[in-house]
């Protein structure tokens, strides 16, 4: 779909899926989109990007337990 294609180029849209999967519990798919989001960025965005990774970091960790 739309939202898809914008995914692909948009931190800012790969950052809001990645919060919301993160919300619904899918933290695999959530630390993909975060990954994403961060890969992305090339100057401003709309996410705090230390928060981003502090999170990717989290989900990362708990995944390696």
Request: net charge positive; aromatic share 10%.
């Amino acid at each position: 779909g739309l939202f898809g294609k914008w995914v692909g180029v948009s931190p800012d849209y790969a950052y809001n899926l990645a919060v919301s999967l993160d919300q619904l519990g899918q933290r695999s798919a959530a630390a993909a989109y975060y990954d994403r989001a961060l890969t992305l960025v090339n100057g401003s965005v709309l996410f705090d990007t230390a928060a981003a990774r502090q999170r990717l970091a989290s989900l990362r960790a708990a995944a390696a337990q």
